[in-house]
């Protein structure tokens, strides 16, 4: 059974213009936390997931490639 909050309802592609970003920070960059720490939170209370796996690392190195889920949003990472 898929757990509905790691449904993706949106898509949104992040240009990154450096080698990684951090988890917390991209959420808040991406528009999904109005803040790092609320980002931190996502994390924490089990929301977000790295390329469909569970990630519970909030300054997790998110580089290029990856795929992030969080409150029904796909945030696809791609280089400058």
Do not use: W, Y
């Amino acid at each position: 059974m898929t757990s509905k909050k790691h449904l993706a309802t949106e898509t949104v592609e992040f240009v990154l213009n450096r080698e990684h970003v951090e988890l917390c920070q991209l959420l808040k960059l991406a528009g999904i936390a109005s803040s790092g720490g609320e980002g931190k939170h996502m994390v924490a209370d089990g929301e977000v997931t790295v390329d469909g796996k569970p990630e519970d690392r909030k300054t997790a190195k998110i580089i290029p490639g990856q795929t992030v889920h969080c409150r029904g949003t796909a945030v696809h990472v791609k280089a400058a």
